[in-house]
């Protein structure tokens, strides 16, 4: 049990009785132990040492638990880690411990204390901080190295599969909607991968026309066609050693896919106008927004340059898939506007938070950004909710008085508030009564009735 000891526990109570009986129980798991007689003391503690683990009790002369651990929330991350709250609560208190947990408490405790109930919340408390800071610590690592924003599980997956993915030098085809950070995975791929110092070579399919993405890939000899007076090389073979990366591959033309298929079975080319061959040994990283597989089935990509280019597929999600990484996106935006405009770092409103983080935003994090940038530059040292545009108002919660209900029954209340919930979810999840029902958590068939029965359309207000 010695592990122990690298954990500080501090115990915020003002009964000297609760702090000794905790401390002679958690000593005994060999946890280090510190105390404090009151909310104030124990803030000061906490501003000065590294503590893994507060039990805070909630009742306290001067300032009580609950005051307490909203300063304890607010200072997290900016100083170093939160450390894990666990409330001690009286049977009076026993509504407003749950209510702590709203505010970041991972737990509480009730008096009478029980040894054991102790020791498994303490362990559990410190295991989900270890997690935390786990997760935490890979964020800043992906913010670091990539400059890519996210601590969703998703984007916390997808950044473990790059890093499986980089050193293989295996083919990789990302998918995702445009503005996804395709680009930025690609280069981060790269950028992890053994062939960091050698050539990125990106190549954006949909902007060479087709009669010219022969030679802009594999190079032309002298006088190979018009317009061709020197000799140039190609595109693959400035990435030679390095990786080509195929922006936009959905969109490149039925001869062009043949050209490119050949290089991927056999390493080699020849110039056009060229008759030697060229062999050169490239990591191939292709992206696109479009279907391929639909694209196959349909005839217009090619199967066999499909599965040789898909060998390691990953798939970016849409931003509203995972909108709890928004307000981390929003504000690393902020930061890194305000630098590249000469401001000192402006605040932003939570609500302004809060609303942006219910936008679908169908150009994704690239559209994201540039709202951002947009109201960096348009507001002053704080950026508020009137410096939102008002489209993105929509979705939010229209604020109304009750009273203005009145003259209604409980029954006639309910189902008015019930009617207008799930036509906010069903706008939310776009009328997909699949996703509104499961967040609603009904079956689809029961809210199928419902929409039936309020006469709910997309014409609805
Ligand atoms: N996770 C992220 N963190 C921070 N910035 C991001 C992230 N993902 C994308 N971006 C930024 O969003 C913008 C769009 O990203 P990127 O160009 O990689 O998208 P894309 O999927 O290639 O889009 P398109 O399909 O339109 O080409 C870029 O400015 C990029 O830096
Ligand atoms: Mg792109």
């Known amino acids: 049990m010695s592990g122990n000891q690298d954990e500080t526990i501090l115990i915020i109570d003002d ?14 798991e060999n946890y280090r132990v510190i105390d404090a007689d009151c909310a104030e003391r124990g803030l000061e503690i906490l501003a000065s040492q590294r503590i893994s683990l507060v039990l805070l009790d909630l009742k306290m002369p001067g300032m009580g638990g609950m005051e307490a651990l909203k300063i304890i929330s607010e200072h997290n991350g900016t100083v170093r880690q939160m450390p894990s709250v666990v409330v001690i609560s009286g049977q009076a208190t026993t509504t407003q411990a749950m209510e702590t947990v709203r505010y970041g408490a991972f737990d509480f405790l009730e008096k009478p204390l029980d040894r054991s109930r102790i020791l498994v919340t303490v362990q559990n408390a410190l295991d989900h901080r270890t997690l935390l800071t786990e997760r935490d610590s890979l964020a800043a690592k992906l913010a670091e190295q990539y400059e890519m924003i996210g601590k969703s599980t998703v984007m916390l997956d997808l950044f473990r599969q790059i890093e499986k993915i980089a ?22 791929i790269h950028k992890t991968s053994s062939l960091s ?16 993405i022969e030679s802009e890939l594999f190079g032309h000899e002298k006088g190979s066609f018009t317009g061709a007076i020197n000799k140039k090389s190609g595109l693959f073979e400035q990435a030679n050693h390095g990786t080509i990366f ?11 896919q043949a050209k490119v298929l050949r290089v991927l079975q056999s ?8 008759e030697k061959s060229i062999v050169v040994e490239v990591r191939v990283i292709a992206a696109t927004n479009r279907d391929l597989e639909a694209m196959v089935r349909e005839g217009t990509f090619r199967e066999d340059l499909y599965f040789r280019l898909s060998v390691l597929p990953l798939v970016i999600p849409p931003l509203r898939d995972r909108s709890e990484d928004i307000p981390c996106l929003v504000q690393g935006f902020v930061k890194g506007f305000c630098e590249t405009y000469g401001f000192r770092e402006k605040s932003i409103d939570p609500k302004v938070l809060e609303i942006l983080s219910q936008h679908k935003w169908p150009g994704n994090i690239r559209e994201l950004k540039n709202q951002v940038e947009r109201m960096v530059i348009l507001s002053s040292d704080h950026i508020g909710v009137k410096d939102l545009p008002t489209n993105y108002m929509e979705t939010h919660l229209p604020e109304f008085e009750l009273k203005a209900f009145s003259h209604l029954s409980l029954k006639q209340f309910r189902n008015e508030m019930e009617k207008e919930f799930i036509l906010m979810k069903l706008k939310q999840y776009d009328w997909n009564i699949t996703k509104a029902a499961e967040s609603l958590q009904v079956e689809r068939t029961n809210l199928h009735k419902k929409v039936k029965s309020y006469n709910l359309s997309r014409d609805t207000e």
């Open 246 to 256: 195929l922006d936009e591959i959905g969109d490149m033309s039925q001869n062009a």
């Open 267 to 274: 390493g080699e080319f020849v110039r056009v106008g060229g």
């Open 167 to 188: 050193p293989t030098h295996g083919r990789v085809l990302i998918t995702g909607e445009s503005g996804t950070g395709k680009e930025l995975v690609a280069r981060a």
């Open 197 to 212: 110092g050698k050539p990125f070579i990106k190549v954006n399919c949909a902007a060479i026309p087709p009669e010219l």
């Open 15 to 28: 009964e000297k009785n609760i702090r000794n009986a905790l401390r002679l129980v958690l000593e005994g």
